[in-house]
């Protein structure tokens, strides 16, 4: 059980509209449809993802980071310094 | 007939890609994955459509945009301008 | 004589208020301000510094880019090809 | 005291350091410098930024949010939840 458990059917259902997304992407290209109209598609879908990590991001301080916290053991820091990663990889990507 | 339309098989195959990534995605929210592996998942995702879009944009310079500008006509400059939108929607998502 | 070299007078405006901008944080810094305040403040730098970029690179398009492709010699290819490259390390900035 | 206070020399230097560059930005423009080569100096002054913001955010998380997270009140809650909108504010800019 993490943070986003509760919440695991509606990131599902969101992944899914993504899942959608791209297949409409594929098809765009196989209609050869205007390079300009696929980009502005690509840019929905990417934030859409974006949405979601930061989500599950915010979950995750509020659940798996907080509850390692509250503990008060070594895990704590190993936490804080994890979840500082993932958040550099979003703010690079 | 767009700059992209000669590599389009190229783009499918990496944009059925990207969707099993995403079909990966959902199938980690559903067996309850560690938040942050599902986080780096997401920036791979990100990453891989964003180069899908990189790739496009240049071939669209190099065609449409290139096109209208050799033409001569006055479509250079609305291209130009449309394309530079394009490219501040990708900067900022 | 670039296609941004009419308007450097307004670069150079918006450079200053960047750097007015950034020794502003130097002085939260020093007076201790709280840390959400100073990253509200380096992501409105960023994206000054990011719209300065965009306008750069539509005007770098419209004219060195343009007028590559107008010559119609073999350096309209390397030109798009090094704009889409700059293109690439803002998207991923 | 925040989290960041410890290494505020730290911060300050290298937020001089991005003043510094910001004022070569304004001379390149001033020379009018090709504009491809201001581009890859502003990725570089958004990338210094981003590091930057991603080191204050690392020590707000592991000093101000921890502290509000061990002292268990209702502050915890909001601490997250402010610290999860800076985040989207650097993901998004």
Same mark, same amino acid.
């Given at each position: 059980?993490? =943070? ?13 509209? $993504? +899942? =959608? ?7 765009? $290209? +196989?209609?050869?449809?205007? @390079? ?8 929905? $879908? ?8 930061? =989500?599950?991001? +915010?979950?995750?301080?509020?659940? @798996? ?10 895990? %704590?820091? %190993?936490?804080?310094? +994890? ?7 979003? $703010?690079?990507?």
């Amino acid at each position: 059980m993490y =943070g986003y458990s509760q919440d695991s059917a509606a990131y599902i259902r969101r992944l899914r509209r $993504v +899942e =959608g997304q791209v297949r409409g992407l594929q098809r765009m $290209v +196989e209609e050869d449809k205007y @390079c300009i109209d696929i980009l502005t598609q690509i840019s929905a $879908v990417t934030s859409a993802l974006e949405s979601v990590a930061l =989500g599950l991001l +915010e979950q995750h301080l509020g659940h @798996c980071v907080a509850g390692a916290i509250a503990e008060g053991g070594d895990t %704590a820091a %190993a936490k804080i310094k +994890e979840a500082s990663e993932a958040i550099a990889r979003l $703010v690079r990507s």
